[in-house]
């Protein structure tokens, strides 16, 4: 029997790569020594009829794949440089479509500071957009250099695009950040200074704990720390949707997941969220609301896996 | 009645992003100033029912996506830094076919000394790769630099990979040339320090010579110099096919366009064809082998329209 893609998944295709390419960083970007800096490179394909809901609107789609190549600088505390798209679009196409793409795209850019610096243009059946952001950082902020003891954090609260993607109407918080989601490159540049590690959110919580998570380190996360609203819970629950797993499993919130220590937690200038705090046990667990610890099930978004 | 995209072409779209960004380069790449030197940077989609012919190998797949990314590093001179791949497959193709495009993304990158340093994963209906190339140049080699009198060169025979495209056998030099084409990135770092001006045929020769036209510049291309054998031109009729809208209208050469100074010619360490010179006659021309001289179309690969 011949192995499909489909049974082997996502993650083991990436290790061939990784395994045969001595030159990639197994962190969130590439990093490139260059002129006594480092030059800070990504990519992130966006392809409409998996990674854009039905309701989002071209200029939407425009702005998120600046935001989702962003987001990965943001993660390495990096300075913006420029950003390169490329993008296939179906021939049939409105012209005023594709133009408010672009203007989402430049709108994007405009809002990080990151000058649109080069492209290419293609045909496809569907819309297709490859983002490549470019970065510098004399530091880069790496996804795995915490130490016991310090605390986890995040930038903002997470689970509402997880919950938004399930939700018809437009107008409400959850929708808004399912469709708009927005980077955090002002903190990252901020947490390069405080953080001790710092990846972002977007193939939910519990994947991103499991791909940053050491031999010898475990993380326990607290859910009455994670912000979970009466609203969140029966919003969920009226889709018959298990809120944890929306929080856990799903991502797409691109907030910056760091940690930091106590002492350096009193000093940070910008506001975030403790969620829970890096421990030796050498798992990744979950202390529920009734008081019960529970593994967190290393689960979240995977390609080719249906 | 709405406009579609393929009633206003792809140029038109172009036109449209370039507009409304002025951090872009209008040339071969994005150039940006970065600690005393710069940043080199380009990105281009290939998509298997659009760019790879039917007969094309998975390992060629990779090779060439490697290829076309150079072969722009290689038109501004710059040195290679790094290569980032994005690439979606199909949930049902095999592994081992996935791990052969993979090789030859490998395979390139080792020909070429670029590392692959980074890259994303998606899942698609068909196979799309989008890379990014990195670069360095102190002075990228620009496509519109030329002075009146500079003669016209190329850096090896072109219509080979238009003519290949045309033969189902794989086993002549003409399909070898479409299937796997090679960037000119050593060429490029010599002709930075020679050439007056340089891009790389990918649409084709008539295409390349209007993008770098600039007013009140001409060219005027010789047949007899163009190197057309007995051979292409019979194998050319066999098909049915004029022998010069294969050399002028298709491209997919990558091979180097480029302007040099008449001494600097004598001096120049690597083979070349030189095929005409920049006229002041504000026209694109060609003198045919029987001595009649005509206009050279604007026509050469566009997307969108079919």
Do not use: W
């Not at 430049?106 to 952001?133: Q, R």
Request: negative net charge; aromatic residues 8%.
């Amino acid at each position: 029997m011949t192995l499909k893609v489909s049974d082997v998944g996502e993650k083991e295709l990436v290790r061939y790569i990784i395994a045969n390419s001595k030159d990639i960083t197994p962190d969130d970007t590439a990093i490139t020594n260059f002129n006594d800096t480092n030059l800070i490179s990504t990519c992130d394909m966006l392809i409409q009829s998996r990674h854009f809901p039905d309701n989002m609107s071209y200029f939407d789609m425009g702005f998120k794949s600046v935001t989702v190549n962003v987001s990965d600088l943001a993660a390495m505390g990096a300075e913006p440089l420029g950003f390169l798209l490329s993008i296939a679009i179906p021939k049939d196409l409105d012209v005023d479509s594709f133009k408010q793409v672009i203007d989402g795209v430049l709108k994007a850019c405009e809002y990080y500071e990151i000058p649109l610096i080069g492209g290419d243009t293609n045909e496809a059946s569907e819309i297709i957009i490859n983002g490549t952001a470019l970065g510098t950082s004399d530091n880069p902020l790496m996804k795995d250099t915490y130490n016991k003891g310090d605390l986890i954090a995040i930038t903002g609260e997470i689970g509402f695009a997880a919950l938004g993607f399930e939700i018809e109407t437009l107008n409400n918080i959850y929708t808004k950040k399912a469709l708009k989601p927005l980077a955090r490159i002002k903190e990252g540049l901020i947490l390069k200074d405080y953080a001790t590690s710092a990846t972002d959110i977007t193939d939910g919580l519990a994947s991103e704990l499991y791909t940053i998570k050491k031999d010898g380190f475990g993380f326990m996360i607290y859910e009455e720390m994670l912000g979970i609203t009466g609203n969140y819970k029966s919003t969920a629950e009226k889709l018959n949707l298990n809120y944890l797993d929306l929080i856990l499993h799903v991502g797409e919130d691109f907030e910056l997941l760091f940690t930091i220590s106590k002492d350096n937690l009193e000093k940070l200038p910008i506001d975030c969220i403790v969620i829970g705090e890096v421990t030796g046990s050498d798992v990744v667990e979950l202390t529920l609301e009734n008081g019960f610890v529970e593994r967190i099930k290393n689960e979240g978004y995977e390609h080719y896996v249906s």
